[in-house]
C-alpha cells in the first residue's frame, strides 16, 4: 500500500473542536453540520456547549421546567430545548424553524435532528459547561446520556490543543 | 465478501460524507460498497477521504449525466 492509500494513523488525526454558545436553531444546524461532516472525512470532533447552547443538548427537547429556583426554572421553561430553538432572524414567533425544517426536507438537505443523529452515530464527542449548568441550575442528568462529560475551560483547552477551534 | 450499496447521488453536504462513513464502518476485510454520487464535492472528496482512511477505491467510472459510480473495497488485513 503506497503512503497515499495509508490510513490516518492517531497521531495524525486532524481535529476540530466546536464551542457552541448560541442556542438558535440556524446555529446548532451549523455547528451539528460541520460536527457530522468533520467526523465522516475522519476528524476528532469535540463539540462544547455553553450558556445557550445546553438548550441543544436538553433530554427533554420541549419545555420542561429545571433547576431548583424559581428563576432557573422560569428560564429552562422559556428557552426549552431542542424543539424549542428560534431562527435567529425572522423567528415569527416560532413559525420559522418548522417552515425552514420543511424547505431543508423538500431540497433534500440534512435537517437539524437528522445532522444531530448523523453526529451521534459517527461519534462525535459532546460536552456541557460546568460554569453555565451552574448558573442556569443545570445537572448532568438534564442532559442527553450521550454528553461525555462536563467540563470548564481549562479541561477543553486542553482536549481542543493541537486542532482547529470555532466558536459558534 | 460481500457488496453493499449505496446512492448518494440526491444527497447533500455533509450527508454525503456521512453515509458514506456509515456505510464502510459495516465492512469487513475483503467487503465492497459501490457508491452512486454525482460530480463535484462528493466526487471530489469521498474517494479522496477513503483512501485517506486506508480504503482502496477499486472502480470509479462515468455512469450518466454527472453520476459516477465508485466501488470502495476495505483491504484485506485491514483491522475488522
Not at chain 1, 113 to 134: I, K, P, R, T
Not at chain 2, 4 to 28: A, G, N, S, Y
Not at chain 2, 45 to 55: D, H, L, R, S, Y
Request: proline share 4%; glycine share 10%; net charge positive.
Amino acid at each position: 500500500m503506497g503512503p497515499k492509500n495509508r490510513g490516518n494513523t492517531m497521531s495524525e488525526k486532524k481535529k476540530l473542536s466546536l464551542i457552541c454558545m448560541s442556542g438558535d436553531f440556524d446555529k446548532a444546524v451549523a455547528v451539528f453540520t460541520l460536527a457530522s461532516g468533520a467526523a465522516a472525512v475522519n476528524y476528532d470532533v469535540n463539540v462544547f456547549f455553553t450558556f445557550w447552547g445546553l438548550n441543544v443538548i436538553k433530554k427533554n427537547t420541549g419545555r420542561r421546567f429545571l433547576g431548583k429556583g424559581l428563576l432557573d426554572r422560569a428560564f429552562n421553561f422559556l428557552m426549552g430545548g431542542r424543539s424549542n430553538l428560534p431562527l435567529s432572524r425572522l423567528n415569527f414567533g416560532g413559525i420559522s424553524p418548522g417552515l425552514m425544517t420543511g424547505m431543508m426536507r423538500r431540497r433534500r438537505v440534512a435537517t437539524l435532528d437528522e445532522l444531530f443523529q448523523a453526529s451521534l452515530a459517527l461519534g462525535v464527542n459532546l460536552y456541557a459547561c460546568e460554569m453555565a449548568m451552574h448558573v442556569l441550575g443545570l445537572g448532568k442528568d438534564d442532559f442527553i446520556p450521550e454528553i461525555k462529560d462536563v467540563l470548564g475551560v481549562a479541561a477543553f483547552l486542553d482536549l481542543s490543543h493541537g486542532g482547529q477551534t470555532l466558536f459558534i | 465478501m460481500s457488496q453493499t450499496h449505496l446512492d448518494i447521488t440526491r444527497d447533500r453536504c455533509p450527508m454525503t460524507f456521512v453515509k458514506t462513513k456509515l456505510e464502510l464502518e459495516k465492512l469487513q476485510p475483503g467487503d465492497t460498497l459501490e457508491v452512486l454520487l454525482t460530480e463535484g464535492e462528493p466526487l471530489n472528496n469521498v474517494p479522496k477521504t477513503a483512501i485517506e482512511q486506508g480504503f482502496a477505491v477499486m472502480e470509479n467510472v462515468y455512469v450518466r449525466d454527472n453520476v459516477h459510480r465508485l466501488v470502495i473495497r476495505k483491504p484485506e488485513g485491514a483491522t475488522p
